[in-house]
């Protein structure tokens, strides 16, 4: 992959070009078999991670670091929740999220297919009350087909619920959220308050006393704070003691980072949150639009009492349109907006119905995109000064992969044997809270200050919920 196309992708994510200088680019064989750019995509929002990550550098050392991006490795990691291994064994074996008989694919009346992903029990229980069947496939099968599309998404979008009908990529253009997406950025970075510059103290690393509230979880939100851990952010991880989670993805999302439980619904929730906000630098929640407002946390709410905050807010379908408060998943996002229907392509003729990629693009892209849209806006903190706030979501990283076009062949990557031994290449086994860990390592090389993670990777709940050591 060249400079070319690295800006490329790079302007058609709204972007200015970069030189991309001190950047190399060590291109290999394309890893997962789809027409999209995976490869190209994840390498160009890495890059462009990595630039800012230097600028930063830069900034306080008046010098510039060498970078080294593999693109074999960048394609890898978009599926490293499933590759994490806990003594041995993968950690998505280990500890195992079935998926219900309710979840799949499933014909509708006038022909089109649900896609339904729910995850969490609670969407469980939502989807079988909402269609009036029983927790069987045959039972939800039947009800589907008994309904048409409109229909059976009226009922899942009036219970709050996640299924979607799988569109192409026109459909998801002419449905009114794509067109209210449509020219959206791929990044937003807007100032929502004032507040003096504050530069970036000096460390040994390039993020050294930054610090990074995490209030996310299932994958595009912690894999855009664990980045920033990988150059030295102090990052603190916040969830709910009771609430489910994808078990690889949390772990493969954790590296470097403390974890601690904080009930919101509890007295005093709300208070130490914005506690916890008032001492960090940056601020990053995933739930849907106004939610985290209605409880205080917004982010206005959040700027008026640590003017300077970056506040990012991730979402699944964005912040403007029909669909803003939609819940959604990665394969969700890739059902609505075009991406699992290449499977119907002539490319694959043996691969029948719709189904996602093996692998999580829109999740790890986004989570890319989110860290370097908090770089970026440290950036302009340290010069302009001011509060910002960041709005990134799985359809728009999904909107950008699809923008640039299905142009490759699948059955030009290389075989799962050969990409195995990439990722036992690109892997290293540490301690844990888990227990002997296996994951990927950081993909972004630099020449003075190596990514890495200093913290281990803990179970949730090890730390306190405070910015003491």
């Not at 059976?152 to 794509?178: K, S, Y």
């Not at 807010?313 to 029909?322: D, H, K, R, S, W």
Request: glycine share 10%.
């Amino acid at each position: 992959m060249n400079k070319l196309e690295l800006n490329a992708w790079t302007e058609s994510a709204g972007l200015a070009p970069r030189d991309f200088s001190c950047t190399e680019i060590v291109s290999g064989e394309r890893v997962h078999a789809t027409q999209l750019g995976v490869r190209e995509g994840a390498t160009t929002v890495l890059a462009l991670v990595a630039e800012s990550v230097n600028d930063i550098w830069e900034k306080g050392t008046g010098r510039r670091q060498q970078i080294r991006i593999d693109t074999r490795h960048a394609e890898v990691a978009m599926a490293s929740a499933w590759l994490v291994k806990v003594d041995g064994e993968l950690a998505t074996s280990k500890f195992p999220s079935p998926m219900t008989p309710i979840e799949g694919t499933f014909t509708c009346a006038d022909g089109a297919t649900l896609f339904n992903l729910c995850t969490f029990p609670s969407l469980v229980d939502g989807t079988v009350e909402a269609l009036g069947c029983e927790l069987t496939a045959e039972s939800i099968r039947a009800a589907v087909a008994a309904r048409t599309s409109s229909e059976i998404e009226t009922l899942i979008n009036g219970r709050d619920l996640t299924g979607v009908i799988v569109r192409d990529h026109e459909g998801w253009l002419r449905h009114p959220q794509g067109q209210a997406l449509a020219d959206q950025p791929t990044v937003h970075i807007e100032q929502i308050g004032d507040a003096p510059p504050a530069p970036i103290p000096p460390g040994e690393r390039p993020l050294s006393g930054i610090r990074v509230l995490d209030a996310t979880r299932v994958i595009a939100g912690p894999t855009g704070s664990r980045t920033l851990a990988e150059f030295g952010a102090d990052v603190l991880n916040v969830g709910h003691p009771d609430l489910v989670d994808f078990p690889g993805g949390q772990i493969d999302t954790a590296h470097g980072k403390r974890r601690a439980f904080l009930d919101l619904n509890a007295p005093d929730g709300t208070a130490h949150m914005l506690d916890l906000a008032g001492s960090a630098d940056v601020f990053v929640q995933s739930s849907r639009p106004d939610s985290y407002a209605k409880r205080g946390l917004g982010a206005r709410d959040v700027a008026a009492r640590r003017p300077g905050i970056v506040y990012v807010t991730e979402t699944a379908y964005g912040n403007v349109g029909p669909w803003r408060s939609k819940r959604g998943f990665d394969g969700s996002v890739q059902a609505a907006t075009g991406i699992m229907s290449l499977r119907r392509t002539p490319l694959l003729p043996a691969a029948g119905e719709p189904a996602p990629l093996v692998m999580a693009l829109n999740d790890y892209g986004t989570g890319y995109w989110e860290a370097y849209g908090i770089l970026q806006a440290l950036k302009l903190r340290a010069t302009v000064g001011g509060s910002w706030h960041v709005r990134v979501s799985l359809a728009q990283t999904a909107r950008w992969f699809m923008r640039m076009g299905a142009v490759h062949d699948p059955n030009e990557a290389i075989s799962p044997a050969a990409a195995q031994q990439l990722v036992d290449q690109f892997s290293e086994t540490v301690p844990s809270g888990y227990g002997a860990l296996t994951r990927l390592r950081p993909i972004i090389q630099m020449s003075e200050t190596p990514a890495g993670w200093t913290r281990p990777t803990v179970l949730p709940g090890a730390d306190a919920p405070s910015w003491s050591v």
